[in-house]
């Protein structure tokens, strides 16, 4: 697949037939009395479709690029009326309220923190203007957050700080540059002296490579001349294929599984994370069409099921579009 309109129109209908699907729903929320048993509808009018918060924060990033990609898009107006449905004044004001419970202090950290911000970035207006407090809030509590986390989570799944990094770092930069020196310090601190990556996964429950979503976090957080050093220390046999594990697609024996159709995740941030790496390297370099070609074939393992059982659908178009389009 190409991201050619046909192609993005195809994603755009899956999120705009989920977004606001309210149930089935997996909550993050911790009880503080029986006043809390609302509908997801209540807790978060903007953000209770695609079975949980994140995932339907990063359907409405999806929709965004798509539509900016895209602007004639047969689904176009489908998809600013979603946004009009979505982003209004009242509704941030009930999300934001959610997020200033005592107890929500580590809600959707940091995966929903990076992702919403993200989505702030690509959202045209009126709808970013709308959306601005909640994009504010979160940074507020990135930069409360990194100083006093002393290592990083490698895990390939949402607690994942390398992905969180890269993807708030674009907020950052157009928002914040103290934030974005914090993201760049915190790289440093957590993964500048890692060396010899020896890529012990995929694991079961995966949709992030732990090895190359630290590259990507590197590549787009180290200033340009410093990276190829670190990357070549981090991953210094990837001319002979090395570790052959991140060239290897995962195998996904079922999509109906929640969590081990997360490893079609896994193919799709992977293909992301080789097309960084890739371009970071001369043209005339080997490494470079070895990094496409890990890109492709990830991609060819996993893109033509992002429409399949809701407990992949509701998510992986996203990642598709990350892998496909992704920056």
Same mark, same amino acid.
């Given at each position: 697949m190409t991201l050619d309109e046909a192609a993005a129109e195809r994603l755009a209908r899956i999120a705009l037939d989920h977004v606001g699907q309210e149930w089935p729903q997996k909550l993050d929320q911790v009880l503080e009395g029986p006043q809390d048993l609302l509908r997801p509808a209540v807790l978060h009018p903007v953000f209770h479709g695609s079975f949980d918060w994140h995932s339907c924060v990063h359907a409405h990033w999806m929709l965004a690029r798509l539509l900016n990609r895209f602007p004639s898009l047969p689904c176009a107006a489908r998809i600013a009326a979603r946004f009009d449905h979505a982003f209004t004044a009242e509704k941030v004001a009930a999300e934001r309220a959610f997020l200033a419970r005592p107890l929500a202090r580590g809600?959707?950290?940091?995966?929903?923190?990076?992702?919403?911000?993200? $989505?702030? &970035?690509? $959202?045209?207006?009126?709808?970013?203007? &709308?959306? +601005?407090p909640l994009a504010g809030d979160f940074a507020e509590r990135f930069a409360a957050h990194l100083p006093k986390a002393d290592y990083p989570v490698r895990h390939g799944v949402h607690s994942n700080t390398a992905f969180a990094l890269t993807l708030a770092a674009d907020w950052a930069e157009r928002h914040d540059p103290a934030l974005l020196e914090l993201l760049r310090a915190t790289a440093r601190r957590w993964y500048g002296a890692d060396a010899d990556a020896q890529a012990w996964e995929p694991s079961g429950e995966d949709f992030l490579s732990p090895v190359l979503a630290e590259a990507a976090c590197m590549a787009r957080l180290l200033p340009v001349p410093e990276f190829p050093a670190w990357r070549d220390r981090f991953l210094p046999r990837l001319a002979t294929g090395e570790p052959a594990t991140l060239f290897r697609p995962a195998r996904v024996s079922d999509r109906s599984d929640g969590r081990i159709v997360h490893l079609d995740g896994v193919n799709l941030s992977r293909a992301w994370c080789w097309r960084i790496l890739a371009a970071g390297f001369a043209a005339a370099d080997p490494r470079r069409a070895l990094a496409e070609d890990a890109a492709a074939r990830h991609l060819a393992a996993s893109v033509e099921h992002v429409?399949?059982?809701?407990?992949g659908s509701h998510w992986l178009a996203s990642f598709a579009v990350? +892998?496909?389009?992704?920056?």
């Open positions: 809600f959707e950290r940091p995966y929903g923190w990076a992702w919403l911000l993200k $989505l702030h &970035v690509e $959202l045209p207006d009126p709808w970013a203007t &709308v959306l +601005a429409d399949g059982h809701y407990m990350l +892998a496909l389009d992704g920056s």
